[in-house]
């Protein structure tokens, strides 16, 4: 009787490994809970966006930024070209962009994103005995932080007032 017991048991343990490997190779890569991965969720990882911001402010050049991502966040921090002036000296200001694009179908996509940059302002300013004073100043950081949905290959003016205009044009990178 030990003799039987301790086959049918080994032939549990036999039959338990063997249905635990083949269930889990008939499960296909990237599936979860065994369902299988459409060819348009394929199609859609594999494809890129250009993500083109535009913003002009009143009397001065329209400025620009691109940024190549796929489905999912993006982040762009970089300084801006011209610095501010704070008593002769130049004090850099940063520009920050980011977000994600989330694909809907196959022409429109949602759109997230922060983009704005640092202001310095003058906090206090001293006079050192002669004819220099010197300043201390903070940067303060404004923008624009929007989610919206956008059709691939038309701009979209996502703000517009005194201050100046915003536009997004979102194009698939087949």
């Known amino acids: 009787m030990k003799k039987y017991s301790w086959l049918l048991f080994a032939l549990l343990v036999a039959v338990s490994a063997y249905s635990q490997s083949?269930?889990?190779?008939?499960?296909?890569?990237?599936?979860?809970?065994?369902?299988?991965?459409?060819?348009?969720n394929i199609e859609r990882d594999t494809v890129n966006y250009l993500i083109r911001v535009e913003w002009k402010a009143p009397k001065a050049e329209s400025k620009s930024l691109e940024v190549l991502t796929t489905e999912g966040q993006f982040n762009l921090s970089t300084i801006e070209k011209n610095p501010v002036k704070i008593n002769g000296n130049d004090v850099p200001t940063t520009l920050k962009f980011t977000g994600s694009i989330e694909h809907l179908n196959a022409d429109k996509a949602r759109v997230r994103f922060f983009l704005g940059r640092t202001v310095p302002y003058i906090t206090s300013t001293s006079n050192n005995g002669g004819s220099s004073s010197m300043s201390s100043y903070q940067q303060m950081s404004v923008g624009l932080d929007s989610t919206f949905i956008i059709k691939f290959g038309k701009p979209v003016i996502v703000q517009n007032d005194e201050n100046g205009q915003i536009s997004v044009l979102v194009t698939r990178q087949e």
């Open 22 to 40: 083949s269930s889990s190779l008939s499960v296909s890569p990237g599936s979860v809970s065994g369902s299988t991965t459409s060819s348009s």
